[in-house]
């Protein structure tokens, strides 16, 4: 019996495309440091540890789905993982910028009816069937718990 779990992180280019502006921003300080005063110094490293920390943040995000539950971690110094229950989830959608599809990623946002995670964003992962299996696992979940959708 193969393992229900799927774990999904964002991907590495897609963590380095949302850094880089942070990156040519402390390029750009750098180049002021050179040509005006050393002080811009400061604001270079202060852009490119910012850059860093962005990279390392998006990078330990991590996304793990059960057929029960929906759980994102993230955080580097102060971790916080959010949890949402599989039922709850009413509406998924996937989103490919021309960016996204250059390097095959997507974005997906899923709508729940959790009060505190109405709306849970995969940003930057791996192209790939994930609507179809969280909706079937969605659909499993709602059968098992009795949840019938009203409209």
């Known amino acids: 019996m193969q393992n229900p779990e799927i774990e999904l ?3 590495m280019i897609f963590a380095f495309v949302k850094s880089l502006p942070l990156i040519l921003l402390g390029g750009a300080f750098l180049l002021l440091a050179w040509r005006l005063s050393p002080f811009f110094l400061f604001f270079s490293i ?7 920390y962005r990279f390392m943040y998006i990078r330990n995000s991590l996304y793990i789905i ?5 759980r ?3 955080g580097i110094f102060f971790k916080r993982i959010d949890q949402v229950e ?4 009413k509406d998924y959608i996937v ?26 964003w995969l940003a ?10 969280i909706r079937g696992h969605v659909q499993e979940a709602r059968k098992d718990n009795r949840i019938y959708e009203i409209n």
């Open 124 to 133: 930057g992962i791996p192209r790939s069937d994930l609507i179809d299996t």
């Open 9 to 11: 992180r964002p991907a």
């Open 86 to 89: 599989m039922y709850r989830v």
């Open 66 to 70: 059960t057929p029960e539950v929906i």
């Open 72 to 74: 994102i971690s993230r």
């Open 46 to 52: 202060a852009a490119i540890g910012a850059a860093w």
């Open 95 to 120: 989103t490919q910028p021309l960016l996204l599809q250059l390097f095959s990623l997507m974005n997906v946002t899923l709508k729940s009816t959790d009060p505190e995670n109405p709306i849970l």
